[in-house]
């Protein structure tokens, strides 16, 4: 028994730390996704000036590797120059090197924002500078002002998740919402899509709710922390793929995954082992990838003088074990 008490603190710390170190060295299976550490200053083919600059919030995240992927992929068939820089999280450093992007000449930029001021800030500098800029996946108010935006409807994807989940727990029982990073429009709008659809079962309510933003190891933390209260859960639904994996893992150390119904965002690799494995029952397909394709192809375009959507909108789609196979091919 003495064991057994211990076992989900002290466990729980050696895979934070072994998540860690797994998140430096993929498996085969995401290998191909994973950025390239050279990336961060470096053009999609050998040779010539970048005609598109691309700005990154953070290479190490695991979805923006998959956004990543799409981008090389479509400037290759595009064969067109793209340089991609690495604010590593620090809004002054993307800031600057959108001003270095301008400086250097680039016909288009695509961004994904470290954050609200560096969007603001981004979209104004290439306003002024006549250069044509596409935001992707992470939406703020000054994306409006932007040549392009390219992402997925959050809502959509928030609604579609807890329908899943509301299915399987036949309308009744306690939910708990893991946020990504507060203030986030990703946050912001799946976990409304989430709440809107409890609203519409009396029998089932959110008695626990807070961030791990976007991690595993914080979402690990989290489930451990919730697990200790003693709170009875039916159901965690994170806002992505990475929170969920994590609370599934705390849950497993306690030894109760197996009372528990799972639901990410998102679709990874990683999540749609998972699901295959049954213990994830449910996620969302953001198709990453295509988000990444469909942005280079506004970006040049834009570049070119042609007229862009100001909204390109890429759907979600609902994936259970009954349809993972399709999905894990897509990977593939």
Same mark, same amino acid.
């Given at each position: 028994?003495?064991l !057994? ?15 860690a170190?797994?998140?430096?060295t ?23 000036k ?13 979805f ?8 090389? *992929? ?7 120059q793209?340089?991609?820089v ?15 992007f ?15 001021s ?17 935001? *992707?996946?992470?939406?703020y108010?000054s ?14 994807a ?13 309308g ?13 429009? @990703? ?7 989430n ?10 309510? *959110? ?8 991690? !595993?190891a ?17 159901? *965690? ?9 994590g609370?599934?893992? @705390? @849950?497993?150390l ?7 119904i799972f639901?990410?965002v998102?679709?990874?690799?990683? @999540?749609?082992?998972f699901?295959?494995?049954? !213990? ?6 953001q198709?990453?990838?295509e ?11 834009a570049?070119?003088g042609?007229t ?7 759907p979600?789609?609902?994936v ?5 196979e ?7």
């Amino acid at each position: 028994m003495r064991l !057994r008490r211990f076992s989900l603190s002290a466990l729980c710390c050696f895979f934070v730390f072994w998540l860690a170190a797994c998140s430096s060295t993929s498996s085969g299976t995401d290998s191909a996704t994973t950025p390239d550490p050279s990336m961060a200053a470096s053009t999609s083919s050998s040779g010539g000036k970048a005609e598109v600059g691309v700005a990154i919030f953070d290479m190490s995240d695991k979805f923006v590797s998959y956004i990543t992927q799409g981008m090389k *992929v479509s400037a290759t068939k595009q064969n067109v120059q793209v340089s991609y820089v690495d604010a590593q999280n620090d809004t002054a450093t993307q800031v600057k090197q959108i001003q270095q992007f301008i400086s250097d000449g680039v016909k288009s930029i695509v961004l994904i924002p470290t954050d609200e001021s560096s969007a603001d800030q981004s979209i104004a500098l290439a306003n002024k500078a006549n250069v044509p800029i596409i935001v *992707v996946n992470r939406y703020y108010k000054s994306v409006d002002n932007a040549t392009s935006y390219v992402g997925s409807d959050s809502t959509t994807a928030g609604t579609m998740q807890m329908e899943a989940v509301a299915k399987l727990l036949n309308g009744k029982g306690n939910i708990a919402i893991m946020n990504g990073e507060m203030g986030t429009e @990703a946050q912001i709008n799946r976990t409304k899509g989430n709440k809107d659809i409890i609203a519409k079962y009396p029998n089932m309510k *959110v008695v626990l709710e807070d961030t791990a933003n976007y991690d !595993r190891a914080q979402g690990m933390a989290l489930m451990a922390k919730w697990l200790s209260s003693g709170t009875t859960i039916n159901a *965690v639904v994170a806002n992505n793929d990475e929170m969920i994996i994590g609370a599934m893992l @705390a @849950a497993q150390l306690d030894n109760k995954d197996k009372d528990m119904i799972f639901a990410g965002v998102d679709a990874t690799m990683d @999540a749609l082992e998972f699901v295959k494995a049954g !213990r994830l029952q449910v996620t969302v397909f953001q198709n990453a990838p295509e988000q990444g394709s469909q942005a280079i192809k506004a970006a040049v375009a834009a570049a070119d003088g042609q007229t862009v959507q100001k909204q390109i909108m890429v759907p979600y789609e609902l994936v259970t074990k009954d349809n993972v196979e399709a999905y894990i091919a897509k990977w593939q």
